[in-house]
C-alpha cells in the first residue's frame, strides 16, 4: 500500500503534492470526494508499465494543504488543473477522472481552455440534478457539521465511505482514507471541501457537453449508491458518441470494487463510433 507524494505545486490557494510515473504518453489521474490518490496506488503503477501516469492530491483533499479561506469549488479546482498541466508541460493528455473529478475536467475542457486527447468519465458528477444525500445536508446545515463531537465526525465520514463501495474496504485502506478528515484540521477541512462543491458549477457547462469531440469513455458501476446508473444515462444522452461501459456489481468507487475490470478498460482501445451504441447495450444486457 506504499504511496507517495513527492513533487509540489503552489497555488494561490495552498501548495498541491503530486508524481508522476513510468514514461510514454501522458495520462492524468483525478480522483474525488472525500477521497484522495491514494485510490490510484495500484492503478497508476500498473498503467504507468506503458504510460507516463500523472496523479495527484485535489487542494485541500489527501496531502496537499488545508487550511482555512480555500476556494475549493470545482471552479476552483478546474482552474488548479489547467494550471498543472501547463506546469508539466502537457498540451494534450488524456485524461481519467471519478467523482467529481469528472466534473472538476469537464470543466477545464470546456470552460478553462484544458485540451485533452480523450477522456475516461467513472462514477463522475458531471451535471443534472445531483446534490443529493450527504452532499445537500452538509450545504442546508454546515453549521451543526462543523461543530459535530470528533467521534460523531469520524462515524459520518466511515459511513459516507462504506457507503460507495459495494464489497467493503480493507481496514488499513479504509483509515488511510480517513486520516486526512481527522483531528480538528482535518474535520474543517472536510465540511470546508463540501460546503462549496455546488451544482451551479456543473450547470453552467451543460450546455457545452453535445460539443466534446475527443474519444471519450464512461464506466459505472450498477451497484452505485452515490451516483446511481440514471447519472450515467444522463451523461451519455449529451455525449452521443461515447462509449457506455457497465460494471456488474461494483459501487461508486471502482478503483476499490472492481480494479481488474477497471484497468482491463483503461488499457483498451476506444471503441470506433460505429461501434459504441452496441458495445454500451451489450455490456448492459
Given at each position: 500500500m506504499?504511496?507517495?507524494?513527492?513533487?509540489?505545486?503552489?497555488?494561490?490557494?495552498?501548495?498541491i503534492?503530486?508524481?508522476?510515473?513510468?514514461?510514454?504518453?501522458?495520462?492524468?489521474?483525478?480522483?474525488?470526494?472525500?477521497y484522495?490518490?491514494?485510490?490510484?496506488?495500484?492503478?497508476?503503477?500498473?498503467?504507468?508499465?506503458?504510460?507516463?501516469?500523472?496523479?495527484?492530491?485535489?487542494?485541500?483533499?489527501?496531502?496537499?494543504?488545508?487550511?482555512?479561506?480555500?476556494?475549493?469549488s470545482?471552479?476552483?479546482?478546474?482552474?488548479?488543473?489547467?494550471?498543472?498541466?501547463?506546469?508539466?508541460?502537457?498540451?494534450?493528455?488524456?485524461?481519467?477522472?471519478?467523482?467529481?473529478?469528472?466534473?472538476?475536467?469537464?470543466?477545464?475542457?470546456?470552460?478553462?481552455?484544458?485540451?485533452?486527447?480523450?477522456?475516461?468519465?467513472?462514477?463522475?458528477v458531471?451535471?443534472?440534478?445531483?446534490?443529493?444525500?450527504?452532499?445537500?445536508?452538509?450545504?442546508?446545515?454546515?453549521?451543526?457539521?462543523?461543530?459535530?463531537?470528533?467521534?460523531?465526525?469520524?462515524?459520518?465520514?466511515?459511513?459516507?465511505?462504506?457507503?460507495?463501495?459495494?464489497?467493503?474496504?480493507?481496514?488499513?485502506?479504509?483509515?488511510?482514507?480517513?486520516?486526512?478528515?481527522?483531528?480538528?484540521?482535518?474535520?474543517?477541512?472536510?465540511?470546508?471541501?463540501?460546503?462549496?462543491?455546488?451544482?451551479?458549477?456543473?450547470?453552467?457547462?451543460?450546455?457545452?457537453?453535445?460539443?466534446?469531440?475527443?474519444?471519450?469513455?464512461?464506466?459505472?458501476?450498477t451497484?452505485?449508491?452515490?451516483?446511481?446508473?440514471?447519472?450515467?444515462?444522463?451523461?451519455?444522452?449529451r455525449?452521443?458518441?461515447?462509449?457506455?461501459?457497465?460494471?456488474?456489481?461494483?459501487?461508486h468507487?471502482?478503483?476499490e470494487?472492481?480494479?481488474?475490470?477497471?484497468?482491463?478498460?483503461?488499457t483498451?482501445?476506444?471503441?470506433?463510433?460505429?461501434?459504441?451504441?452496441?458495445?454500451?447495450?451489450?455490456?448492459?444486457?
Amino acid at each position: 500500500m506504499t504511496w507517495s507524494l513527492d513533487n509540489e505545486f503552489e497555488t494561490p490557494g495552498g501548495m498541491i503534492r503530486w508524481t508522476a510515473l513510468g514514461s510514454g504518453e501522458p495520462l492524468v489521474l483525478v480522483h474525488g470526494t472525500p477521497y484522495s490518490s491514494f485510490l490510484w496506488r495500484d492503478l497508476a503503477p500498473a498503467l504507468a508499465r506503458t504510460r507516463r501516469v500523472y496523479a495527484f492530491d485535489l487542494l485541500g483533499f489527501g496531502r496537499s494543504e488545508q487550511r482555512e479561506g480555500q476556494d475549493l469549488s470545482l471552479a476552483a479546482h478546474a482552474r488548479n488543473l489547467a494550471q498543472l498541466l501547463d506546469h508539466w508541460k502537457l498540451s494534450n493528455p488524456s485524461v481519467v477522472a471519478h467523482d467529481i473529478g469528472g466534473a472538476v475536467t469537464l470543466r477545464s475542457m470546456l470552460l478553462e481552455g484544458a485540451s485533452f486527447r480523450d477522456l475516461t468519465l467513472f462514477d463522475a458528477v458531471s451535471g443534472g440534478e445531483w446534490e443529493r444525500g450527504l452532499f445537500r445536508l452538509i450545504l442546508e446545515h454546515a453549521e451543526v457539521f462543523h461543530q459535530l463531537p470528533g467521534y460523531a465526525h469520524r462515524e459520518v465520514v466511515a459511513g459516507h465511505m462504506r457507503h460507495a463501495t459495494n464489497l467493503g474496504y480493507p481496514q488499513a485502506v479504509l483509515d488511510e482514507f480517513l486520516a486526512p478528515w481527522h483531528g480538528e484540521t482535518g474535520q474543517a477541512a472536510f465540511y470546508r471541501q463540501y460546503s462549496q462543491i455546488k451544482q451551479e458549477h456543473t450547470t453552467a457547462y451543460e450546455h457545452l457537453l453535445g460539443g466534446i469531440t475527443i474519444p471519450t469513455r464512461l464506466i459505472w458501476g450498477t451497484e452505485d449508491r452515490i451516483l446511481p446508473p440514471q447519472y450515467a444515462r444522463w451523461l451519455h444522452e449529451r455525449i452521443p458518441h461515447a462509449e457506455l461501459h457497465w460494471i456488474e456489481g461494483a459501487g461508486h468507487v471502482l478503483q476499490e470494487d472492481a480494479p481488474a475490470q477497471l484497468l482491463a478498460h483503461l488499457t483498451s482501445p476506444f471503441d470506433s463510433p460505429s461501434n459504441t451504441a452496441a458495445t454500451s447495450e451489450e455490456e448492459r444486457a
